[in-house]
């Protein structure tokens, strides 16, 4: 990354922003992730997997068993999200619905269960776990509909509600997630490599945890159905009630598998760190599991960049990930990316010397074809002679149409990972309002 100075333009800049994170999501990427020393084959070794970079994950693995182990074979299936799949020679690349499930995610899950059906413990279960995987293998529990999952999916994700609370209604909706793919394929071992996506990277909260002890209840799940005020069919409503307990740590099925996190947010905002610093920068991290209402954290973090840009003096990076929430009460088009960002760009009021970039680093903001946007100071006039007013794009939920108006999108395609949100902010020294 070239330094930041004085002598560069705002194209400059705001292109630094995007360079950085794409170096970012270089750093996340599966293909130089896998571990130099893969677990020991089993009699036979079949793999699973489920998320956004389970297909990359997948073409990952199966290079670093050639290599490590030539002429032992390797099998199994993986699901990702359309458009998200990659090559792989043994390994079955399966395409499914993302967030709302769909047929071909049921219908995965289920071959992923009978496949580990009847493992002995001289086998061996190689799981590929990421964001995503909750809704592309959706496998209602026994008695549900994935009509019933679908019309609770949507209400979760329109309500605000964070990712942990939505995940932990789907383990208790699901014949597959909360352990139970685990327990499925006892006593074999089972060794989950995980790249998440959640808040603190709890492991038991990546995909919902399909090969990991679950610790919620389904009473947890009936309260969070509740707090949202979510309507229930009876059948969902009696099964949360009436159902059994899902695999707990101490559970025999989980003893002696191991569960490594290849990749997480901090991983890229390290990257990003790293490369600021090497440029002669200063770097502020406010955190890499940051949640909260999209639109609220955005203006704060623009009240925060103000103030530091009357104490920097030389530039200064402002770093953040994690994965805020939208409350849905209009009818636009966005994700949380946007959402976020068009409250720092409301809030900063074309503060002279402010830039600001957000993606989702899987390449998807919400359900849109952009990963995020970016914006530069002079956007605020442009704002003003096109007659675009913020705060009613913030109203209608709209942030996307707001910056395809200021051609201000960033598009990258799949990026086949999926550490959650990357944010940055670039405050120049000395610089005032324009």
């Known amino acids: ?15 630094w922003l995007q360079s950085l994170a794409e170096l970012a999501l270089e750093s996340v990427h599966p293909d130089n992730l896998m571990p130099r020393k893969l677990p020991t084959p089993g009699r036979k070794t079949l793999v699973v997997g489920a998320g956004k970079a389970s297909a990359a994950m997948a073409a990952a693995l199966e290079l670093a ?56 413990e001289d086998d061996l279960v190689i799981a590929l776990i990421s964001g995503g995987g909750s809704a592309l293998m959706s496998l209602p529990a026994p008695g549900l509909t994935l009509a019933q999952k679908q019309s609770i999916n949507r209400a979760l ?41 959640v808040p603190g990277d709890d492991p038991t909260l990546i995909a919902s945890g399909p090969t990991l ?3 919620t209840t389904p009473a947890d799940a009936l309260d969070i159905l509740e707090r949202y005020e979510v309507e229930l069919e009876p059948e969902v409503r009696a099964h949360l009630t009436a159902a059994g307990a899902s695999p707990k740590p101490d559970d025999f099925a989980f003893s002696g598998d191991t569960a490594p996190v290849l990749a997480k947010a901090a991983d890229a905002l390290e990257a990003a760190r790293e490369a600021a610093l090497a440029a002669g ?13 999209a639109r609220e954290l955005g203006a704060a973090h ?24 939208v409350t849905v009460t209009g009818k636009g088009r966005g994700g949380r990316n946007v959402e ?39 956007d605020w006039s442009k704002v003003q002679s096109q ?33 959650n949100d990357f944010r940055a902010i670039l405050v120049l020294p000395g610089a005032d309002k324009e």
Not at 163 to 189: D, F, Q
């Open 213 to 215: 002890p679950d610790t």
């Open 302 to 325: 623009g009240e925060l960049a103000l103030r530091c840009r009357g104490e920097t003096r030389r530039p200064l990076l402002i770093l953040s990930g994690g994965e805020t929430s």
């Open 65 to 120: 068993w050639r290599q490590q182990y030539p002429g032992v074979d390797l099998s199994g299936l993986v699901v990702t999200r359309y458009d998200h799949g990659a090559y792989c020679m043994n390994i079955e690349v399966l395409e499914a619905a993302h967030p709302m499930p769909d047929t071909l995610g049921q219908e995965a899950a289920t071959r992923m269960l009978e496949s580990v059906a009847g493992l002995t």
């Open 387 to 419: 007659g675009l007013s913020p705060e009613d794009y913030l109203a209608n939920n709209d942030a996307y149409s707001f910056f395809a108006e200021l051609d201000n999108l960033i598009v990258t395609g799949p990026t086949r990972t999926n550490v």
């Open 157 to 197: 994700l329109h309500s605000g509600a964070p990712i942990r609370e939505i995940n932990t209604v789907r383990r208790h909706l699901s014949a597959i997630k909360g352990g139970r793919l685990a327990a499925a394929a006892h006593p074999a071992r089972v060794v989950t490599y995980l790249i998440s996506d």
């Open 281 to 293: 920068m200063d770097v502020r991290v406010l955190g890499d599991n940051l949640e909260g209402e």
């Open 340 to 378: 976020y960002l068009l409250g720092l760009f409301n809030a900063l009021e074309g503060a002279d010397g402010i830039y600001g970039l957000a993606i989702d680093t899987d390449g998807i903001d919400g359900s849109e074809d952009n990963a995020g946007a970016y914006f530069a100071p002079g």
């Open 1 to 15: 990354m070239p330094p930041v100075n004085a002598d560069m333009n705002s194209a400059d800049l705001t292109q």
